[in-house]
């Protein structure tokens, strides 16, 4: 019995340390700036395409590799081979989440959606490319699109 009572005080201590601990924690969480000189990275958020630093620049080098073949020089297209990026009104009302959903899949010519009766292969053909090729072929696209 007194073996009981004590392992039932040991867990209400224990108990009492973990919300305590918990609370310090949170409290520390939520002060303000801290003046530590290494400031704690923000790892809150989920890490989204938005939280990706895209960049023009690269975005057209990657573009001239892969996407120049079908969507022409400068994004102007290809007739029979890929579409105008410059007057897309998918590219301007899309996401960029989605426009790289969309690159990722492509859009066979047998899609619902295909609008020209050519295959748009998964990521131009070229599955080298990462995320951030593409995040940064949106920038390009984007700064090109009217
Ligand atoms: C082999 C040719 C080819 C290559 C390479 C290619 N595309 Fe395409 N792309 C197409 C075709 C064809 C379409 C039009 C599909 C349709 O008819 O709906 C298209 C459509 C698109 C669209 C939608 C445009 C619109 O207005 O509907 C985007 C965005 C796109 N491609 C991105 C890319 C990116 C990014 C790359 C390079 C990583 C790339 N494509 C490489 C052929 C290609």
Same mark, same amino acid.
């Given at each position: 019995?007194?073996?009981?009572?004590?392992?039932?005080?040991?867990?209400?201590?224990?108990?009492?340390?973990?919300?305590?601990?918990?609370?310090?924690?949170?409290?520390?969480?939520?002060?303000?700036?801290?003046?530590?000189?290494?400031?704690?990275?923000?790892?809150?958020?989920?890490?989204?395409?938005?939280?990706?630093?895209?960049?023009? @620049?690269?975005? %057209?080098?990657?573009?001239?590799?892969?996407?120049? /073949?079908? $969507?022409?020089? #400068?994004?102007? +297209?290809?007739?029979?081979?890929?579409?105008?990026?410059?007057?897309?009104?998918?590219?301007?009302?899309?996401?960029? @989440?989605?426009? %790289?959903?969309?690159?990722?899949?492509?859009?066979? /010519?047998? $899609?619902?959606? #295909?609008?020209? +009766?050519?295959?748009?292969?998964?990521?131009?053909?070229?599955?080298?490319?990462?995320?951030?090729?593409?995040?940064?072929?949106?920038?390009?696209?984007?700064?090109?699109?009217?």
């Amino acid at each position: 019995m007194t073996l009981t009572i004590n392992s039932n005080r040991i867990t209400n201590i224990l108990l009492l340390m973990i919300v305590l601990v918990t609370g310090l924690v949170i409290s520390g969480c939520s002060s303000t700036e801290p003046t530590a000189i290494v400031k704690p990275t923000p790892t809150r958020a989920k890490p989204t395409l938005t939280s990706v630093v895209s960049n023009v @620049e690269s975005g %057209m080098l990657a573009y001239n590799t892969t996407c120049v /073949a079908c $969507h022409g020089p #400068n994004g102007i +297209g290809i007739k029979d081979l890929g579409k105008d990026w410059t007057e897309s009104d998918f590219i301007k009302n899309t996401s960029d @989440e989605d426009l %790289m959903a969309f690159i990722k899949a492509g859009r066979p /010519a047998t $899609h619902e959606d #295909n609008t020209t +009766g050519v295959d748009m292969p998964a990521m131009g053909g070229n599955t080298a490319l990462t995320d951030q090729d593409l995040a940064d072929i949106i920038a390009y696209a984007r700064s090109i699109n009217k």
